[in-house]
T-cell receptor, first 114, second 112 residues
Framework: GAVVSQHPSWVICKSGTSVKIECRSLDFQATTMFWYRQFPKQSLMLMATSNEGSKATYEQGVEKDKFLINHASLTLSTLTVTSAHPEDSSFYIC??????????FGPGTRLTVT | GQNIDQPTEMTATEGAIVQINCTYQTSGFNGLFWYQQHAGEAPTFLSYNVLDGLEEKGRFSSFLSRSKGYSYLLLKELQMKDSASYLCAVRDPRDSNYQLIWGAGTKLIIKP
């Protein structure tokens, strides 16, 4: 149980285009989903917290107009990187809170912007 | 402030035992997690401690001392596949979404 999927697993896009990443909880309903970014050899950096049916809460320094998060249902949250630039190239990981104690992570999406 | 400290890197030998320490200074405490992350992959949950003491799960054990702001992850009978980063995280009690505060991770290198 508690399986989280992400799609796509990797994507290459041109600078200036937008990319949508989907995060799904497959066998449970996730009230809260978290979006992280991880640069090589660095730890996880929380970008935003997403609750179903409400606006996402962004961490300081994360541009909400650039990283659009939608959590329309209890099993799906999406992150759209708008007008992507090479510095946005990173490993994006979502997680879903199953209950109070644990976060289960999706497999991650590796984004490369050329 | 919120601060979680772990060693950056550790090396151990296959078949041996290794202890990865984590100290935290946070405004409040509501549980500590250990996650394993292999290179290029997402983290996977290892353990959760909220009360003082040792939690054992197979080859992995996790210890917590709340008064000392200290935890460790103990890995026994090390295998090559245990080469990974180990992340310590504390749950932020001030956050209604149970957000985690993450350490930078400890890269564990296992040598034959």
């Amino acid at each position: 149980g508690a399986v989280v999927s992400q799609h796509p697993s990797w994507v290459i896009c041109k600078s200036g285009t937008s990319v949508k990443i989907e995060c799904r909880s497959l066998d449970f309903q996730a009230t809260t989903m978290f979006w992280y970014r991880q640069f090589p050899k660095q730890s996880l950096m929380l970008m935003a917290t997403s609750n179903e049916g409400s606006k996402a809460t962004y961490e300081q320094g994360v541009e909400k107009d650039k990283f659009l998060i939608n959590h329309a249902s209890l099993t799906l949250s999406t992150l759209t990187v708008t007008s992507a630039h090479p510095e946005d190239s990173s490993f994006y990981i979502c997680s879903a809170r199953v209950h109070r104690y644990e976060q289960y992570f999706g497999p991650g999406t590796r984004l490369t912007v050329t | 402030g919120q601060n979680i400290d772990q060693p950056t890197e550790m090396t151990a030998t296959e078949g041996a035992i290794v202890q990865i320490n984590c100290t935290y200074q946070t405004s409040g405490f509501n549980g500590l997690f250990w996650y394993q992350q292999h290179a290029g992959e997402a983290p996977t949950f290892l353990s959760y401690n909220v009360l003082d003491g040792l939690e054992e799960k197979g080859r992995f054990s996790s210890f917590l001392s709340r008064s000392k702001g200290y935890s460790y992850l103990l890995l026994k009978e090390l295998q090559m596949k245990d080469s990974a980063s180990y992340l310590c995280a504390v749950r932020d009690p001030r956050d209604s979404n149970y957000q985690l505060i993450w350490g930078a991770g400890t890269k564990l290198i296992i040598k034959p």
